[in-house]
């Protein structure tokens, strides 16, 4: 029976390049292991891909991770078990989810994860963030400029 957080079904190629692409980060990034740790990553719009586990007993543990990375757009897909997700992780246990922060050497495999994948936010979603906050942030420096200049 299918778990009611699973929103999409992923290809078997995309599984493996997945796997692939969470090895890759594992060596060469930053990744988070574990529900609470892959909330708290998304949360703070620091994870750039999440791996969520088909098999997750109870639901409740992850059932929120893919509304919530849908609301801070950040790119996530399945992997059939959790003993999948914990090997590709470099884990010798069993890993509900997993986040990847630092993509390192994972790159160009991520990219072709979220290509590949259906009913994920673009790539691109994070970038986006961090031009919004330099475009704020340029506006309050004129400002602050104007003021010191009016009391001179």
Partial sequence: MAKSYVEFKVAPDVVAKTGEALQLAKQSGTIRK?????????????ATLVVIAEDVEPEEV???IPKLCAQKKIPY????????????????????AVAI?????????????VSKTTG??????????KEEKKATAEPKKEKAAAATAKKE
């Fill in 34 to 46: 574990g529900a609470n740790e892959v909330t708290k990553s998304v949360e703070r719009g620091l």
């Fill in 62 to 64: 992850v059932v929120h």
């Fill in 77 to 96: 897909t399945y992997m059939p078990t959790k003993e999948d997700v914990g090997k590709a992780a470099g884990m010798n246990v069993p890993c509900a």
């Fill in 101 to 113: 922060e630092k993509q390192g050497g994972a790159a160009n495999a991520i990219k072709e994860v």
């Fill in 120 to 129: 994920v936010a673009p790539a691109s979603a994070p970038s986006v963030k």
